[in-house]
Nanobody, 124 residues
Framework: QVQLVESGGGLVQAGDSLRLSCAASGRTFSSNAMGWFRQAPGKEREVVAAISWNGGSTYYADSVKGRFTISRDNAKNTVYLQMNSLKPEDTAVYHC?????????????????WGQGTQVTVSS
């Protein structure tokens, strides 16, 4: 059974940092792009960041550029999201996803495995 399990969320203050992890099990995703998405209450799920199969290419939403960094460790079948200078508008449930292909993509339709998510709450 394929599973993606996120961890590292929590309640922090504006300006703080968090590091999210997403551990995959059941199969290896070393040949697949990975992504982080988020969904706030009443809003659609949106891409945060994505990374290609070997980490050579990344994509960031404009709202997180310069503050968030996506990385991966294929030996551990794990992808990370380092979030710095957090803002209240970053509050959401963060989901990781495994892509169908190799390249980093911002489209939810390019991902076929999803984690349950981890809550990130940023207070002002």
């Amino acid at each position: 059974q394929v599973q993606l399990v996120e961890s590292g969320g929590g309640l922090v203050q504006a300006g703080d940092s968090l590091r999210l992890s997403c551990a995959a099990s059941g199969r290896t995703f070393s040949s697949n792009a990975m992504g982080w998405f988020r969904q706030a209450p009443g809003k659609e799920r949106e891409v945060v960041a994505a990374i290609s199969w070997n980490g050579g290419s990344t994509y960031y939403a404009d709202s997180v550029k310069g503050r968030f960094t996506i990385s991966r460790d294929n030996a551990k079948n794990t992808v990370y999201l380092q979030m710095n200078s957090l803002k209240p508008e970053d509050t959401a449930v963060y989901h990781c996803a495994a892509g169908v292909g190799w390249t980093a993509s911002r489209r939810t339709s390019d991902y076929d495995y999803w984690g349950q998510g981890t809550q990130v709450t940023v207070s002002s």
